[in-house]
T-cell receptor, first 116, second 114 residues
Framework: AQKVTQAQTEISVVEKEDVTLDCVYETRDTTYYLFWYKQPPSGELVFLIR??????QNEISGRYSWNFQKSTSSFNFTITASQVVDSAVYFCALRAYYNQGGKLIFGQGTELSVKP | GAGVSQSPSNKVTEKGKDVELRCDPI?????LYWYRQRLGQGLEFLIY????????KSGLPSDRFSAERTGESVSTLTIQRTQQEDSAVYLC????????????FGPGTRLTVL
């Protein structure tokens, strides 16, 4: 069975603070992909990143960084120097490489509120 | 280029009525997905189309739900005899033929069943 858990339902920070969104996943597959999507108040999901299970190198994109640790089945997302525009619901998702259909298994989402 | 589009953006219907939701994928994308997002929840997979292959319907919650796709173009999700628990945002996503891994989402249709 596959499962994604985002234990933090809501997080509130003040602008310029760093914030980490946690994601823990479960899968029996040895090859899989992990994703993060952002859902701003407008509602449309925005793709942020995709990582495959063979690549544990952490990635940085501007103020965003991702820490993938296979040993703990975690794929955490950090926003450095948060801004009000970062306020959104963030979803972590899992897809098995050999999953027929390619469906994504989503976590429940973490609502991030960045206050000025 | 144009993204995934969905119509209508909002739909209010009465319990027991049928509804049709439409999705226009990104041109050239061979894979198309439907998901449902209940208020405050994550996305639940409903159905997947890939080219001319048989669709993966494993996520459809009941036989009141069905979907069609003509070739690699528009898809329609139909909900018959709607129930209040069907109220949700229905999201469509498509992905390109080179990689089926990254799905690009439309803005969704917010369905409210009274």
């Amino acid at each position: 069975a596959q499962k994604v858990t985002q234990a933090q339902t809501e997080i509130s920070v003040v602008e310029k603070e760093d914030v980490t969104l946690d994601c823990v996943y479960e899968t029996r597959d040895t090859t899989y992909y992990l994703f993060w999507y952002k859902q701003p108040p407008s509602g449309e999901l925005v793709f942020l990143i995709r990582r495959n299970s063979f690549d544990e190198q952490n990635e940085i994109s501007g103020r965003y960084s991702w820490n993938f640790q296979k040993s703990t089945s975690s794929f955490n997302f950090t926003i450095t120097a948060s801004q009000v525009v970062d306020s959104a619901v963030y979803f972590c998702a899992l897809r098995a490489y050999y999953n027929q259909g390619g469906k994504l298994i989503f976590g429940q989402g973490t609502e991030l509120s960045v206050k000025p | 280029g144009a993204g995934v589009s969905q119509s209508p953006s909002n739909k209010v219907t009465e319990k027991g009525k049928d509804v049709e939701l439409r999705c226009d994928p990104i041109s050239g994308h061979t894979a198309l997905y439907w998901y449902r997002q209940r208020l405050g929840q994550g996305l639940e997979f409903l159905i997947y189309f890939q080219g001319n292959s048989a669709p993966d319907k494993s996520g459809l919650p009941s036989d009141r739900f069905s979907a069609e796709r003509t070739g690699e173009s528009v898809s329609t999700l139909t909900i018959q005899r709607t129930q209040q628990e069907d109220s949700a945002v229905y999201l469509c996503a498509s992905s390109p033929p080179v990689s089926t891994d990254t799905q690009y989402f439309g803005p969704g249709t917010r369905l409210t069943v009274l």
